[in-house]
């Protein structure tokens, strides 16, 4: 069930309450997520769909969503990424809301489908995918992490 007191919101402009929302909410997307600096999300904001979802009642930012879209030769595809629900907020519905909302974006901008990944321990985050309409593909996904070439770490 989702909460009317939530709003999703696109960014189209890096505040410090966004800047500050992202340092507090990425520590609970993954232990080893570093801190955006305000440029790297203004990158972000250029060229994805970063959604926000605003309590609105409190007026904070409770939950983040990336929605990358890219035209291959097969169409135009989405991909969900980096979901993220302040844990003081779980379970309202607010997952919902910003899943519902990048799939409304993807199938207005045309894409042909939305995919996202997600870990098999997270088995509230499986039953929302499949109540949004989500359904489990027959493939695997494969992963290369580069080596920092010698000279270019940061």
Partial sequence: MT??????ERVDRVTEEVVDAFSRLLPMLSSTATGLSREQLEEIVRSECLLIARDRARGTIVGSLT?????????????IEDVVVDSAV???GVGETLTREAVAIGQRAGAKTIDLTSRR????????YE???FSIRDTSVYR???????GTES
Wanted: glycine share 8%; no cysteine.
């Fill in 144 to 150: 290369y992490t580069p080596t920092p070439v010698r």
């Fill in 90 to 92: 779980q379970g309202r």
């Fill in 3 to 8: 909460d009317s007191t939530i709003a999703v």
């Fill in 67 to 79: 929605l990358v879209m890219f035209r291959i030769p097969t169409g135009l595809r989405a991909w």
């Fill in 121 to 128: 321990s997270r088995a509230a985050a499986h039953r929302l």
């Fill in 131 to 133: 109540k949004v309409g």
